[in-house]
């Protein structure tokens, strides 16, 4: 028995030597000291031996278990660094590769032209309102003296919801309820930017879904003169000092008078092109002195208090501003041409 031990563990020690892989080297130890392996199966015959044999035979089978066991465990501990470093010299980094570029977004041509021009709004002391996207008649018609079956209606077509309720057709409502909310105790100096909805047919200057930014300063003793002066300084910090502005007559039922706001072109400077229409001017926004009539709607005393009010586009503006012939190129979402105007 001592030298079928002795085999056996000269047996193990070589295949463990011969080991190249961590499995092998388990499957080694399995079939030698496991449960069915080849040491425990000479122990089983132990009980064949005689009383003084035993215990050194015993002794020899626990060195030899120590021996095979110490053996398996230098070899898997050699194959385990063999195994980190060969993983380690195919990981290795090459910091010569060059760097993958990250795809870096930026804000829509539309939302930098808004903050564009509330920045500049601010800075004249203008604060920042908004208002529903969803409308009671009341305030889109009704409180700007639009009342029912009012012809001006038509001027702006509706998408009705209900009887009641429409998608808004411009920001002026935000006035109506700005002015309703301060219960004519207070004055008011704010901007509303905003999306807004009109059943117009879409072509390269009309859209059905746009943005306007609408503008109203009420105190007392506030005048045309002061209207044409906040204008002028938005039209030249927005297009160059060098433009000229100009107020036409028009209507709106809202504002008595009213203007419509032209700039001098900027092509032709003013001498009259094909984008003037050989005018000399472009047409940017609508304003006038809040209607006597909005005001007392509101509970602002119209003997006491006066405002001016105005609403723009500010599609039609970065079109002007940056030369877009289409205003439907806003809403296609052509990464080539919105990447031209991200700013660094
Ligand atoms: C109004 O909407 C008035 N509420 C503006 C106003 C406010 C006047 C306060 C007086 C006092 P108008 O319908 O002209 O006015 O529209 C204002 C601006 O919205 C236009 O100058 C234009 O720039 C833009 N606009 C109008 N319709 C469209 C459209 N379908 N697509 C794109 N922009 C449009």
């Avoid at 195994?83 to 939302?111: C, F, K, M, Y």
């Avoid at 109506?176 to 704010?190: H, I």
Wanted: proline share 4%; charged share 30%; aromatic share 8%.
């Amino acid at each position: 028995m001592k030298e079928e031990l002795e085999t056996l563990q000269q047996e193990a020690l070589a295949k463990v030597k011969q080991t190249e892989k961590l499995k092998a080297l388990q499957e080694i130890r399995v079939a030698y000291l496991g449960k069915k392996g080849s040491l425990t199966g000479v122990l089983r015959g132990m009980g064949k031996l005689s009383k003084e044999e035993r215990p050194v035979v015993g002794e020899i089978a626990n060195r030899v278990r120590e021996t095979i066991t110490s053996a398996l465990d230098d070899k898997s501990a050699e194959l385990n660094e063999q195994e980190l470093e060969e993983q380690l010299a195919n990981e290795s980094i090459d910091v010569t590769l060059p760097g993958r570029s990250v795809q870096v977004g930026g804000p829509h041509l539309l939302t930098s032209i808004v903050e564009e021009i509330e920045d500049l709004f601010v800075g004249l002391g203008f604060e920042i309102k908004e208002g529903p996207e969803v409308e009671t008649d009341y305030f889109n018609f009704e409180a700007l003296n639009l009342p029912k079956n009012h012809p001006a209606r038509d001027m702006q077509d509706s998408f009705y919801l209900t009887n009641e309720l429409l998608l808004r057709t411009h920001t002026s409502p935000v006035q109506a309820r700005t002015m309703q909310s301060l219960e004519g105790s207070e004055p008011v100096k704010m901007i509303c930017p905003g999306k807004v909805y009109r059943r117009d047919t879409d072509d390269a200057t009309h859209s059905h879904q746009f943005t306007q930014i609408e503008g109203l300063y009420v105190d007392k003793n506030v005048r045309m003169s002061d209207l044409k002066g906040i204008l002028d300084v938005f039209a030249k910090k927005m297009f160059g000092d060098e433009r000229e502005i100009r107020l036409r007559p028009s209507f709106f039922p809202f504002t008595e008078p009213s203007v419509e706001m032209d700039i001098s072109c900027k092509v032709c400077g003013g001498k009259g092109c094909s984008v003037c229409k050989q005018t000399g001017w472009i047409e940017i926004l609508g304003a006038g002195m809040v209607h006597p009539k909005v005001l007392e709607m509101a509970g602002y005393d119209s003997s006491v208090y006066s405002g001016f009010a105005f609403g723009m586009g500010p599609e039609r503006i970065a079109m002007l501003k940056y030369g877009i012939d289409d205003i439907r190129q806003f809403y296609t979402n052509d990464k080539r041409f919105l990447k031209q105007y991200h700013q660094a």
